[in-house]
């Protein structure tokens, strides 16, 4: 994001550079981090971050799969469960309390990824940023 001050308080003018979606899941039996980076997130995204997940064994084999979201739009209500688990019918989606992200292990990894990786006004191209992403996402997977 290309940045610059402009006369008077606090004013600061932005030209965009692109936007980048980083969806991520932690499979907690193997401490593993399954991430992907998408142009927008939303329902088609994380379809396939579920499916990047449920692939592979034993997820693919197990009796009952369960995902811990917080209320994202892609995620959210009886239709979100109905959705998911027609496709896939070993998941059960659990939904968290509105104002509980602490309790998503996945959400301090992104706050970690925001501290660390991410800066603010970074002035990077997205494909830039996901090669900043990807080994970040491989040292959480061997510090696990």
């Given at each position: 994001?290309e940045?610059q001050?402009?006369?008077?308080?606090?004013r600061?003018?932005?030209?965009?550079?692109?936007?980048l979606a980083?969806l991520?899941?932690?499979?907690?039996?193997?401490a593993?981090?399954?991430?992907?980076c998408?142009?927008?997130?939303?329902?088609?995204?994380?379809?396939?971050?579920v499916?990047?997940?449920d692939?592979?064994?034993?997820?693919?084999?197990a009796t009952?799969?369960?995902w811990?979201?917080?209320?994202?739009?892609?995620h959210r209500?009886?239709?979100?469960?109905t959705?998911?688990?027609t496709?896939w019918?070993?998941?059960?989606?659990?939904h968290?309390?509105?104002?509980?992200?602490w309790?998503?292990?996945?959400e301090i990894?992104?706050?970690?990824?925001?501290?660390?990786?991410?800066h603010?006004f970074?002035r990077?191209?997205?494909?830039?940023?996901?090669?900043?992403l990807t080994p970040?996402?491989s040292r959480s997977?061997?510090?696990a």
């Amino acid at each position: 994001m290309e940045c610059q001050r402009v006369r008077g308080p606090s004013r600061t003018r932005c030209a965009r550079a692109g936007v980048l979606a980083y969806l991520a899941a932690w499979d907690v039996r193997s401490a593993q981090l399954v991430g992907r980076c998408e142009p927008t997130s939303g329902i088609v995204s994380f379809d396939a971050l579920v499916a990047d997940v449920d692939g592979p064994r034993p997820v693919a084999t197990a009796t009952r799969v369960f995902w811990i979201v917080h209320n994202g739009s892609s995620h959210r209500g009886q239709a979100a469960v109905t959705r998911l688990a027609t496709r896939w019918p070993n998941l059960i989606l659990v939904h968290l309390p509105i104002h509980a992200c602490w309790l998503n292990q996945i959400e301090i990894l992104f706050s970690i990824v925001q501290r660390k990786v991410l800066h603010p006004f970074t002035r990077e191209k997205p494909v830039r940023l996901l090669a900043r992403l990807t080994p970040a996402a491989s040292r959480s997977r061997s510090q696990a």
